[in-house]
Every structure is written in structure tokens, then in C-alpha cells.
């Protein structure tokens, strides 16, 4: 854009007026141009293109926690839930709860320590290696699900046996690979 700018100027001064402008001089213009234009920010109105999303079993093997906090208003009511689940997507136990008004980072915190102290002994007993990945909400829409459900409770239940009504098609969408857009 700088090189057609420059040098229709210089055609112009050319024709119209008969001055011929030197070719260094013209590089020099359509260089400083260039960076300036280059310096512009053009693509702040750029629209991302949503990407799908899934809840990933890493490998098939070992157990997955998947742990959320939420909060409304930041701070505001927070919540915080999360269930385990085997590699193949079903159940072992979950929980939920609220944890009154605070800020959005402690109700993440505080869903991944209820997780642990929840089974704690378990975990101590065992020969694990823990890898820990941030996932986005659209992959981890079970966990999701029960710290939105923890917004309509005033205690916490360390340990739910099953699944609530209602989850098991949120759980049959994680473990059949079904994509969610972010």
C-alpha cells in the first residue's frame, strides 16, 4: 500500500508538474510509510473463529478429577463443585458447594482443595503421578455444572454416590467425544 502511494505521488509530481522525484528519495518515503502503516493496529476488530472443545480422557488411563469454581460478581456468591471420573468418562463421586462471597480465584482454589481433602487418605495410599491441565469450560462442562448447582446451596456435600438427575447426558456427551464450541 505505501509502495502504490508513494509512487502514484510521484507520477503525479511528473506529470503535473514536471518534477521528477529521485529514486532513493522515493524508496526512503515508501520504507517510512511502510512502518508507519505497519505500526497501525488494523486488526482490532479481527473476529476470532470459535474453536470446539471436548473433555479429554489424556490417554485412557488413570482417574480424572475435574474440578470449576464460579462466582457471581467478581467478588460476589461463589460456588465450587467437581467430580472424579475413570478414564472411560464414568462416574466415581462428585460434590458441590458454596462458599459464600469471595472472588472467582478463591472458588477455583477452593474446589481443587475440597477435591483433595475429600480424598485425601485415598490418595495417600496410592502410587499416582498427577499431572494437572487448565481446561476451558466447554471441556469441562460436568465440572461446571455442579459449581453452578453449588449457587443453590448453603452447605457442602464432601461426597455424592451418584450422579444427580439430570447429569448422566452431561456425562454420556464427555465420554463420547461430543464438542462443544468456545
Not at 529514486?23 to 520504507?31: D, E
Request: charged share 15%; with cysteine.
Amino acid at each position: 500500500m505505501a509502495a502504490v502511494w508513494w509512487i502514484w505521488r510521484a507520477r503525479n509530481a511528473f506529470c503535473l508538474d514536471n518534477d521528477l522525484v529521485p529514486h532513493f528519495s522515493l524508496k526512503m518515503r515508501i520504507v517510512d510509510y511502510a512502518l508507519l502503516l505497519k505500526n497501525c493496529d488494523f486488526n482490532q476488530h479481527e473476529t476470532t473463529l470459535p474453536k470446539l472443545m471436548r473433555w479429554n480422557a489424556f490417554g485412557g488411563t488413570g482417574m480424572i478429577l475435574n474440578v470449576d469454581g464460579c462466582s457471581i460478581g467478581n467478588p460476589g456468591i461463589s460456588n465450587f463443585g467437581g467430580l472424579i471420573r475413570n478414564a472411560d468418562g464414568a462416574w466415581i463421586h462428585g460434590f458441590f458447594g458454596n462458599i459464600g462471597f469471595t472472588n472467582i480465584l478463591h472458588a477455583e482454589l477452593m474446589a481443587i482443595y475440597r477435591a483433595i481433602i475429600n480424598n485425601i487418605k485415598d490418595i495417600l495410599n496410592r502410587d499416582w503421578q498427577v499431572l494437572i491441565l487448565h481446561t476451558f469450560r466447554e471441556g469441562n462442562v460436568c465440572a461446571d455444572y455442579f459449581a453452578k448447582l453449588g449457587a443453590n446451596s448453603n452447605e457442602v456435600f464432601p461426597f455424592i454416590a451418584n450422579p444427580p438427575a439430570g447429569h448422566n447426558l452431561c456425562l454420556l456427551a464427555d465420554a463420547s467425544g461430543i464438542c462443544f464450541y468456545r
